[in-house]
């Protein structure tokens, strides 16, 4: 009898019994990204304030994943998403969409958007025991395809909870998501909400509002915060990951998306513009002669704007070779 042909990884067939010699005599894996850099996969928040524009980055993260194109500036892992929006209707979703330019672009037929769960701590019909848990529906609708990203939005829609303190509650629910995540296959994420002004410690876990079971199983946290009517933010990352702790963004209203404010320091036309485009076509590594020849420029004008870009925390000056090259290298890719 042959053996059932597996769909997904979520976590089942991870080895989690080791001795001390076995870890030590085994090659582990490099961090796998969902997004470099900033998101590792695994299990994510993303909180903020409310009307703050969680939900405008979290369908921006979506449509990342399934067309493949960067995040704020940063490369992503392409996949399939199913994204829980419990509070924009896909008609809000279609407008946005739109604004962004998202029509007719390829991929997004692999993002998945549904707008009703039952709660995650709830039968579907209570009155039967037996009956499936909002859970149970989930687990199985991830388990039924090649998932890379599950995000809900939000936190508290996806419970039905009379105290959003209950750390029991809602850690059962909690702990069976955290486990599909351990496999580094598969990224799942809540959209959440920050406590309020007063009671702010700074810390993107501890701001997290309700229980702290959520800190608990969170991987990565990212904390979105922007003054009332202005459209520059900053988002910062908490991850046991991440070496980034936060970035500048600013908030486009007219495409509905979030920019990377570093993608502005450098202006089109520019020298360094032209530096980014050899870059993104020749590789992440370069030399002062070897673009000055290139791009027809003296030498020394090439030094200085490479290391006005290491100065903005684009590029990275490596260490001196035996020929007594320096080379360049870009700290992340720019759009």
């Known amino acids: 009898m042959t053996s059932k042909k597996k769909i997904t990884n979520l976590g089942q067939d991870r080895k989690t019994n080791w001795t001390a010699e076995e870890i030590n005599n085994t090659e582990m894996?490099?961090?796998?990204?969902?997004?470099?850099?900033?998101?590792?996969?695994?299990?994510?928040?993303?909180?903020?304030?409310p009307k703050m524009g969680k939900s405008f980055m979290t369908l921006q993260l979506c449509i990342s994943i399934v067309t493949g194109?960067?995040?704020?500036?940063?490369?992503?892992?392409?996949?399939?998403?199913?994204?829980?929006?419990?509070?924009?209707?896909v008609r809000r979703i279609k407008k946005r969409m739109a604004n962004m330019g998202m029509v007719g672009v390829k991929g997004l037929a692999n993002?998945?958007?549904?707008?009703?769960?039952?709660?995650?701590?709830?039968?579907?019909i209570p009155?039967?025991?037996?009956?499936?848990t909002g859970l149970d529906l989930l687990i199985k609708k991830l388990e039924s395809k090649n998932y890379a990203l599950c995000v809900m939005d939000t936190y508290a829609k996806s419970f039905l909870l009379k105290d959003n303190n209950d750390a029991v509650e809602a850690g059962r629910c909690l702990k069976p998501l955290y486990e599909m995540t351990r496999a580094g296959e598969f990224t799942f994420g809540f959209i959440d909400h920050n406590r309020k002004n007063n009671?702010?410690?700074?810390?993107?876990?501890?701001?997290?509002?309700?229980?702290?079971?959520?800190?608990?199983?969170?991987?990565?946290?990212?904390?979105?915060?922007?003054?009332?009517?202005?459209?520059?933010?900053?988002?910062?990352?908490?991850?046991?990951?991440?070496?980034?702790?936060?970035?500048?963004?600013?908030?486009?209203?007219?495409r509905t998306l979030w920019t990377n404010k570093t993608e502005e320091i450098v202006?089109?036309?520019?020298?360094?513009?032209?530096?980014?485009?050899?870059?993104?076509?020749?590789?992440?590594?370069?030399?002062?002669?070897?673009?000055?020849?290139?791009?027809?420029?003296?030498?020394?004008?090439?030094?200085?704007?490479?290391?006005?870009?290491?100065?903005?925390?684009?590029?990275?000056?490596?260490?001196?070779?035996?020929?007594?090259?320096?080379?360049?290298?870009?700290?992340?890719?720019?759009?």
């Not at 894996?29 to 304030?49: H, M, N, S, T, Y």
């Not at 704007?305 to 020929?323: C, F, R």
Request: zero cysteines; hydrophobic letters at 35%; proline letters at 5%.
């Open 199 to 254: 009671q702010f410690s700074g810390d993107p876990i501890d701001d997290i509002a309700g229980t702290g079971a959520k800190g608990g199983v969170a991987d990565t946290v990212w904390s979105l915060a922007r003054e009332r009517g202005k459209q520059d933010a900053k988002m910062s990352i908490a991850s046991r990951d991440t070496e980034i702790d936060f970035i500048d963004l600013q908030f486009d209203k007219d």
């Open 111 to 124: 993002l998945e958007i549904v707008e009703n769960w039952t709660p995650l701590n709830t039968r579907i």
């Open 29 to 49: 894996p490099d961090v796998q990204w969902l997004v470099k850099e900033i998101l590792p996969q695994g299990f994510f928040f993303l909180a903020g304030r």
């Open 267 to 335: 202006k089109p036309g520019t020298i360094q513009a032209k530096v980014l485009a050899h870059l993104g076509n020749n590789g992440n590594e370069i030399y002062v002669r070897k673009l000055s020849k290139t791009l027809g420029y003296d030498p020394a004008l090439i030094s200085r704007e490479l290391n006005e870009l290491v100065n903005k925390g684009i590029l990275i000056k490596g260490e001196k070779e035996s020929m007594g090259r320096v080379p360049y290298i870009l700290k992340r890719k720019i759009n």
């Open 127 to 132: 009155e039967i025991k037996k009956a499936p």
């Open 69 to 89: 194109k960067p995040f704020l500036g940063y490369e992503v892992k392409q996949g399939n998403v199913l994204y829980i929006s419990l509070e924009d209707n």
